[in-house]
């Protein structure tokens, strides 16, 4: 049997949620948390909703990883900016050469 | 469940579940997930639609399998769908329009997964049921749901649900 098979990767994963933020205008972390609360008053069409949640829960999971990983090294992300109207890319600032490979590992 | 495992299950599903029943499977689009601090993979996406050319519907299933430093890889959350199609191309991506079953597991405001009853707008949530747990259905279990408004039974019918 044939299988399609294409690794989803971190840049990948981040342009997709970056893509339904701005369909939507609201940020992820507040859609979902509207969602749980039942307070959610942007109409996202089902096939989206799905979608945008799997994109958004491995683009977390593979943050807190690196996170961990990083703190594990000793170093620290000094700055993180991510805007849904900025660039398609998330932009980390951070200061060692350990965490830059990490973070070219990531891209 | 590892990997090749799920692949496993996707070719026994592909199998019990095709010609016989009419069904043409598309080749199933698979995306594993790299770990950006290990060479493990961290889970998978599935998107595979198979569709019943004699009358333009088709199933269309997806499925988001993760773990974490914890926990092994499991289903996490899922939607699984079946309706009317217009075109054959791009049935695995394609936005639906039109239903006549879908199952998504995504909770609204704490209310378990939900069942669509051929409309968009008509959702049948979790809470509403005391039989069957919809988060427990699995891509065979649907299939065979399916078929059987395939075979004039109401999705109420076909898919036993037992209203509070």
């Known amino acids: ?19 339904y933020e701005r369909m939507y205008k609201i940020r992820s972390e507040d859609f979902f948390e509207s969602l749980d609360k039942g307070t959610v008053n942007v109409d996202v069409h089902p096939d989206d909703l799905y979608e945008w949640r799997s994109y958004f829960s491995f683009k977390s999971d593979l943050d807190a990883r690196l996170a961990a990983l990083l703190r594990e090294n000793g170093d620290a992300i000094e700055e993180v900016e991510y805007s849904i109207s900025g660039g398609v890319q998330p932009r980390m600032k951070a200061h060692s050469a350990a965490a830059n490979n990490n973070l070219a590992l990531a891209a | 469940m590892d990997y090749d495992e799920y692949k496993n ?17 598309n080749v199933p689009s698979l995306q594993p997930v790299p770990d950006v601090v290990s060479p493990d993979i961290i889970g998978w996406r599935l998107k595979w639609a198979g569709v019943f050319v004699a009358d333009k519907h088709y199933i269309c299933v997806r499925e988001h399998w993760q773990g974490s430093s914890k926990d092994p890889i499991s289903r996490q959350f899922f939607s699984y769908h079946y309706g009317p199609y217009i075109r054959l191309e791009g049935l695995d991506d394609a936005r639906w329009k039109a239903v006549v079953a879908r199952i998504d597991s995504v909770s609204y405001s ?44 109401t999705v109420t019918q076909a898919f036993d649900l037992r209203f509070k």
């Open chain 1, 1 to 19: 049997m044939e299988f399609n098979e294409q690794p989803l990767s971190y840049a990948e994963a981040v342009a997709q949620v970056v893509k």
């Open chain 2, 110 to 153: 704490g209310r378990g997964p939900h069942i669509h009853d051929n409309d968009k707008d008509k959702r049948i949530f979790q809470d509403q049921l005391t039989d069957p747990d919809l988060s427990q259905f699995d891509i065979p279990k649907f299939i065979e749901c399916a078929i059987k408004t395939r075979r004039a039974q």
């Open chain 2, 9 to 25: 299950l996707l070719r026994a599903i592909k199998k019990n579940f095709g010609k016989d029943l009419g069904i043409k499977w």
